[in-house]
């Protein structure tokens, strides 16, 4: 299994500029979630889905993010419009939604908005 | 507010010592407390877990202590080594939540050969 699958790696963008941030979770995890990491507030959840659901939205910062799971093997986290203070590490991490399985993350998009 | 309280910030230790990484939990719902490690560049990874019935647990080099009543739990690394240099973040997650962890800041190890 190539493991949860994110993109891009790196994105740089100007400020205004929407950003959309993709993953693949691994095959059959039926829990998604989407991180954002950052050195002065550590792994923030931003979200998180069961079975393509949106369970807890409510670590998403204001009304320019949002994200979406269309199907169990795609989900998609978008600022619009971006701003300075989003520069940060967004991991995406999927589990087999009980309650002791592992979450699996992603290697991250690391945003940079100037 | 912060549920999971972690501590050092960041811990230099010498080949072969002991590394101690200490964690605080308020939310007595709490029921599985893993631990993550973090290499530059990657995402976190699972490296050890623990449930609140059991005081102890060691794989390899790595021990989790658990005690319930104080509501904390520690990560120890024996005979620490230069891989292990990481950071290493404490979790915790409850059973209703599906899988939403609450993660600590993180300590920064550094393992000086």
């Known amino acids: 299994d190539a493991g949860v699958i994110q993109s891009p790696r790196h994105e740089v963008t100007e400020m205004g500029q929407e950003v959309t941030l993709r993953c693949k979770p691994i095959s059959g995890h039926n829990s998604l979630f989407w991180y954002r990491q950052t050195m002065m507030r550590g792994l923030e959840l931003l979200i998180y889905?069961?079975?393509?659901?949106?369970?807890?939205d409510s670590g998403m910062p204001e009304d320019r993010f949002s994200a979406k799971m269309p199907n169990a093997s795609f989900s998609t986290l978008k600022i619009q419009p971006s701003e300075p203070r989003d520069s940060a590490v967004y991991f995406c991490?999927?589990?087999?939604?009980?309650?002791?399985?592992?979450?699996?993350f992603g290697q991250g998009t690391r945003l940079t908005v100037v | 507010q912060q549920q999971v309280k972690q501590s050092p910030q960041s811990l230099i230790v010498q080949k072969g010592g002991i590394s101690i990484i200490n964690c605080a939990y308020e939310?007595?719902?709490?029921?599985?407390f893993p631990w993550y490690q973090q290499f530059p560049g990657k995402g976190p990874a699972l490296l050890i877990a623990?449930?609140?019935?059991?005081s102890e647990k060691k794989e390899g080099r790595f021990t989790i202590s658990f005690n319930k009543s104080a509501k904390q739990f520690s990560l120890h690394i024996m005979d620490s080594q230069p891989g292990d240099s990481a950071t290493y973040f404490c979790?915790?997650?409850?059973?209703?939540?599906?899988?939403?962890?609450?993660f600590g800041k993180g300590t920064k190890l550094s393992v000086k050969p």
């Open positions: 991490a999927s589990s087999a939604g009980s309650v002791r399985t592992e979450a699996f």
């Open positions: 979790a915790a997650r409850t059973g209703r939540s599906q899988g939403n962890l609450i």
């Open positions: 623990i449930r609140p019935d059991v």
């Open positions: 889905f069961n079975n393509n659901v949106p369970i807890d």
């Open positions: 939310n007595t719902a709490f029921d599985y």
